[in-house]
């Protein structure tokens, strides 16, 4: 069983920065494909971006491209979001996840395990 803790999320300005972190428990941490999902109130969870066990295959959603990064330590069992230019409609509570799969899955049900989500709200 794997355990994900999701840390960073907070309130900031349209434009600023957050940095998201994801805690794995487990040394397999590496062989798996992460992923960051969102969801706002009455909405669907969508897919953010997601990185390869390699660290080499990354994956964004059109609507973040250019503006999120993802990147994992394997060392340190973690991955995370850096999160630029935010604006208001990026506001959601923020989902780590984990897969089995050694391939990007952009779908939230071919992931395995999920943290327990961190807030983000973006004002003005």
């Known amino acids: 069983q794997v355990q994900l803790v999701e840390s960073g999320g907070g309130l900031v300005q349209a434009g600023g920065s957050l940095r998201l972190s994801c805690a794995a428990s487990?040394?397999?941490?590496?062989?798996?494909?992460m992923g960051w999902f969102r969801q706002a109130p009455g909405k669907e969870r969508e897919f953010v971006a997601g990185?390869?066990?390699?660290?080499?295959?990354?994956y964004y959603a059109d609507s973040v491209k250019g503006r999120f990064t993802i990147s994992r330590d394997n060392a340190k069992n973690t991955v995370y979001l850096q999160m630029n230019a935010l604006k208001p409609e990026d506001t959601a509570v923020y989902y780590c996840?984990?897969?089995?799969?050694?391939?990007?899955?952009?779908?939230?049900?071919?992931?395995?395990?999920w943290g327990q989500g961190t807030q983000v709200t973006v004002s003005s």
């Open positions: 996840a984990a897969s089995r799969s050694t391939v990007v899955l952009v779908d939230a049900q071919f992931y395995d395990y």
């Open positions: 487990r040394r397999t941490f590496s062989s798996y494909t």
């Open positions: 990185i390869r066990w390699s660290g080499t295959s990354l």
